[in-house]
């Protein structure tokens, strides 16, 4: 079965400091991974994904994420943080074939300070 | 663009009461996908339509059932609602079956129910 890890809960930054969320996946393949962000009372709003190629995948908003196959990780980061990035935000995998549902993990709450 | 649309986007009910979600996929789309979100709490996978048959099933409990439409809306029936029913329900849309770097799940907003 496949499933997500996000070992941070809750993180606080200062605007204009970068930011950096883990994520961890085990999975018996290399699944698709994505990251979502949720602001306070809203939907997911998709940040990136990552199929297969580059490992380095550019999002929206100025996010990047890197898929490290050794590590099993793809981890979220932002060189620069705004004071509207403070949000929720989710990491989730999906199968690579057939089998569409996601699997997402816990999340972790960024907070920005001024 | 057009996206996911739910209605209500808030609803309050009493134990034992009755609840509907609806959602609409955006146009083209013919696979639709439930989920649930509990306080603090990650989304879970509850169900799955392509073609307006089940395509899977997740942690649904037996008081809820959903089915969707002909023109691919689906709805979300939970009967004898609980407190634990209290939880942001998404729905996500796509097109097809499988990934490609196309297909990507888009979520509504979500509709929120508080069971009191």
């Known amino acids: 079965a496949q499933s997500v890890t996000q070992p941070d809960i809750h993180i606080t930054v200062s605007e204009g400091a970068s930011l950096e969320l883990r994520c961890n996946y085990s999975?018996?393949?290399?699944?698709?991974l994505f990251w979502y962000v949720q602001s306070p009372g809203q939907g997911l709003q998709l940040l990136l994904k990552y199929f297969s190629g580059d490992t380095l995948v550019q999002g929206i908003k100025g996010f990047e994420a890197e898929f490290k196959r050794s590590q099993s990780s793809f981890n979220l980061r932002k060189p620069s943080v705004h004071w509207s990035d403070a949000a929720e935000y989710f990491c989730?995998?999906?199968?690579?074939?057939?089998?569409?549902?996601?699997?997402f993990g816990a999340g972790t709450t960024v907070t920005v300070r001024a | 663009a057009a996206g996911v649309i739910q209605s209500p986007r808030h609803l309050i009910k009493e134990k034992r009461e009755t609840a509907t979600l609806k959602c609409y996929p955006i146009p083209r789309h013919d696979t639709v996908y439930w989920y649930q979100q509990g306080p603090g709490q990650d989304p879970q996978f509850l169900i799955s339509f392509y073609e307006k048959m089940q395509s899977d099933k997740g942690s649904i409990p037996d008081r809820f059932s959903a089915q969707q439409f002909s023109d691919y809306h689906s709805e979300l029936n939970m009967s004898s609602l609980e407190l634990g029913d209290s939880a942001l329900y998404f729905c996500?849309?796509?097109?097809?079956?499988?990934?490609?770097?196309?297909?990507?799940?888009?979520f509504g907003a979500g509709s929120r129910l508080t069971v009191l």
């Open positions: 996500a849309s796509r097109t097809g079956t499988g990934l490609s770097g196309a297909n990507v799940l888009t």
């Open positions: 989730a995998v999906g199968a690579p074939s057939g089998d569409y549902k996601l699997s």
């Open positions: 999975y018996g393949a290399t699944p698709y």
